[in-house]
C-alpha cells in the first residue's frame, strides 16, 4: 500500500557529506512520523532519525550536530543530511514508516572511508 525507495547512498570520505532521498508512493508524509534507521554489519538495526507530522525533530545521541531530517510534503520526499560523516557511521540506510502497519525501504549503502 505504501512503498518506501531511498537513494543518495555511496562511498564518502571521513569528515564528507551525504544527503539521502526518501520518494514515498503515497501522500503519507504530511500524517506520519517518518524515520531514518540504519544497520551495519552484525549489529542490529536503529533509529538514526525521526520527524514528526508536526515537524518535530529527534536524533540518536551518536549523530545529533551532524545529521538533519528533513521533509518536502508535497513532493512525499524525506531527505537525511549528513555532515561530519564517520566511519562508525557506514551502514545500509532504511526509510521506515507507520501507517496502521510498518513500511520500509530496500536501503541504501553508505560507506565511510578514506
Known amino acids: 500500500q505504501v512503498q518506501l525507495v531511498e537513494s543518495g547512498g555511496g562511498l564518502v570520505q571521513p569528515g564528507g557529506s551525504l544527503r539521502l532521498s526518501c520518494a514515498a508512493s503515497r501522500r503519507i508524509i504530511s500524517i506520519s512520523a517518518m524515520d531514518w534507521y540504519r544497520q551495519a554489519p552484525g549489529k542490529e538495526r536503529e533509529l538514526v532519525a525521526r520527524?514528526?507530522?508536526?515537524?518535530?525533530?529527534n536524533y540518536v545521541d551518536s549523530v545529533k550536530g551532524r545529521f538533519t531530517i528533513s521533509r518536502d510534503n508535497a513532493k512525499n520526499m524525506v531527505y537525511l543530511q549528513m555532515n561530519s560523516l564517520k566511519p562508525e557511521d557506514t551502514a545500509v540506510y532504511y526509510c521506515?514508516?507507520?501507517?496502521?502497519?510498518?513500511?520500509w525501504g530496500k536501503g541504501t549503502l553508505v560507506t565511510v572511508s578514506s
Open positions: 520527524i514528526s507530522w508536526g515537524g518535530n525533530t
Open positions: 521506515h514508516t507507520k501507517y496502521g502497519m510498518d513500511y
